[in-house]
């Protein structure tokens, strides 16, 4: 599920918006077809309503007698459609029904006949009591059921004198209708009413097309307004990770978009620029550290050599100036590594892995190659010999040999030394390849050195896009890694 979701902020918040746009097309639709479901039921209790209350005053005015019989039972109906005109007005003299209420049809019968197919209403039901009780028609029982038009003679006719009365075609009649009827013990009084859609703006169709009609144009404006930001902030992004890869990068991005966005640019291209000459500042001043500590150093050294005296302590003073030179070195590379002044190669890196096994074995140092991969990747050839060299002396040192192996895994190449020595303690492991930071309490080089290969080695793999990984053997001893993505 997450894979579908966009992870850009143009993506997200088009689709944060469309679909809160959704939700309320969907709420407003619902809320108005339940207003509209409302009215319509509304209407039709109340024409069922007028049409009983408006029986019992058309009986009232007959001294009590129901005057109005013109249609029996829906199983007649069909035949009495059919009988002869004189014997549908009765005899010459005679008192015809009296109709109130033009084109509504009332009937009582002794039951209330239920068709196959109708559906009782029972909300409507209590809602047509209610109203009938308020107009003072009370009742022992009342029913209401939606039944089809066509299986329904009377209301054929009454619904064919309907259309003829308005003009309206059949296309234009409904086809079901509600038939109602109360009874108070004593037979039942029906009435008939047709049921009206709900109008079509309300129906489930409608407000969905709106809806996306409404989120499309949205989804279209919001994108261009979102595309003005989100465009200055991508190249943003962008000259940012190449400036972290190489500072020396030239080309700035241009302040354009809003004013936040504008204001955002500029900022960090007053940064960058503030960094990039610090940068070279700090490359000036090791450059005059380095010429103004070593060309002492050297003199210092040509002086003992000539020096007359004990040659032990002159061994010792030598030594110790080798050291601080040695010391130097490692502080002016690991400031120096991070700079882009020199181009990558691309080269085999288990050919460069067998180069430096050859190197130490040459040495007569106990270096053995391991498991090794073809893997191509462009690298800074003399950095990555230095930080492969760190840790193989690490291993030799500490472990008394080193072995070293070329493989792959999740798309990274991985350079691993490993040793049989007692490896690193749990609690130093994750602060080990700190500047200074060392494993032996001691200061003395020949047991611990000056602290710095490790942090060298971390230095160099951060700078290829990779990182030093340091774990302890479960068979005892260390491995050290540089993963390089390729």
């Known amino acids: 599920m997450k894979r579908l979701l966009p992870k850009s902020l143009l993506g997200q918040v088009t689709l944060a918006i469309a679909v809160t746009l959704f939700l309320v097309q969907g709420i407003n639709a619902y809320l108005a077809w339940t207003i509209e479901k409302d009215r319509v039921e509304t209407g039709l209790v109340n024409t069922l309503s007028l049409r009983l209350v408006a029986m019992g005053r058309i009986a009232d005015m007959d001294d009590g007698e129901l005057v109005v019989d013109l249609t029996p039972q829906l199983e007649n109906a069909e035949r009495r459609r059919f009988r002869p005109h004189s014997e549908r007005r009765g005899p010459p003299g005679a008192r015809r029904p009296r109709r109130a209420f033009a084109g509504t049809d009332f009937a009582r019968a002794d039951t209330f006949l239920t068709l196959d197919g109708d559906r009782r209403l029972p909300a409507l039901e209590e809602r047509l009591g209610e109203t009938l009780r308020n107009n003072g028609r009370d009742f022992a029982d009342i029913r209401i059921v939606e039944r089809e038009v066509s299986n329904d003679p009377v209301a054929q006719r009454f619904?064919?004198?309907?259309?003829?009365?308005?003009?309206?075609?059949?296309?234009?009649?409904?086809?079901?209708?509600?038939?109602?009827?109360?009874?108070?013990?004593?037979?039942?009084?029906?009435?008939?009413?047709?049921?009206?859609?709900?109008?079509?703006?309300f129906g489930p169709l409608f407000p969905l097309l709106r809806a996306a009609m409404l989120t499309g144009l949205l989804v279209i404006v919001l994108w261009l307004v979102l595309r003005r930001i989100t465009g200055p902030l991508a190249q943003l992004t962008e000259r940012t990770q190449r400036f972290s890869e190489n500072p020396a990068a030239v080309g700035q991005v241009e302040p354009r978009g809003p004013e936040d966005v504008r204001v955002l640019i500029e900022a960090h291209n007053e940064m960058e620029a503030r960094i990039g000459a610090m940068l070279d500042e700090k490359d000036v001043m090791l450059g005059a550290i380095g010429h103004d500590l070593k060309t002492p150093l050297a003199a210092l050294r040509v002086r003992i050599e000539n020096l007359e005296g004990d040659a032990e302590a002159k061994a010792k003073m030598a030594e110790i100036i080798a050291e601080t030179s040695r010391t130097l070195d490692d502080i002016l590379m690991l400031a120096r590594v991070g700079r882009h002044d020199v181009e990558f190669e691309v080269v085999d890196l288990s050919a460069l892995a067998a180069t430096l096994v050859e190197e130490f074995e040459d040495l007569g140092k106990p270096v053995t190659l391991g498991t090794t991969e073809r893997r191509k990747r462009g690298i800074q050839v003399t950095w990555l010999k230095r930080a492969l060299r760190n840790l193989i002396e690490n291993a030799i040192r500490y472990g008394g040999s080193a072995?070293?192996?070329?493989?792959?895994?999740?798309?990274?190449?991985?350079?691993?030394?490993?040793?049989?020595?007692?490896?690193?303690?749990?609690?130093?492991?994750?602060?080990?390849?700190?500047?200074?930071?060392?494993?032996?309490?001691?200061?003395?080089?020949?047991?611990?050195?000056?602290?710095?290969?490790?942090?060298?080695?971390?230095?160099?793999?951060?700078?290829?896009?990779?990182?030093?990984?340091?774990?302890?053997?479960?068979?005892?001893?260390?491995?050290?890694?540089?993963?390089?993505?390729?």
């Open 403 to 486: 072995r070293l192996s070329v493989t792959s895994e999740n798309r990274a190449a991985i350079l691993a030394v490993e040793d049989d020595g007692p490896g690193i303690a749990p609690e130093l492991i994750d602060t080990i390849a700190e500047p200074f930071a060392r494993g032996e309490a001691s200061r003395n080089r020949a047991t611990g050195g000056a602290g710095l290969g490790l942090a060298i080695a971390r230095a160099v793999a951060e700078q290829h896009g990779g990182r030093l990984v340091l774990e302890n053997r479960e068979e005892g001893g260390l491995r050290a890694e540089i993963r390089l993505p390729l």
């Open 159 to 201: 619904l064919e004198r309907l259309a003829r009365r308005r003009g309206m075609t059949p296309a234009d009649l409904p086809e079901k209708i509600a038939v109602a009827g109360i009874s108070s013990g004593e037979g039942w009084e029906i009435v008939r009413a047709p049921i009206y859609r709900p109008h079509e703006h």
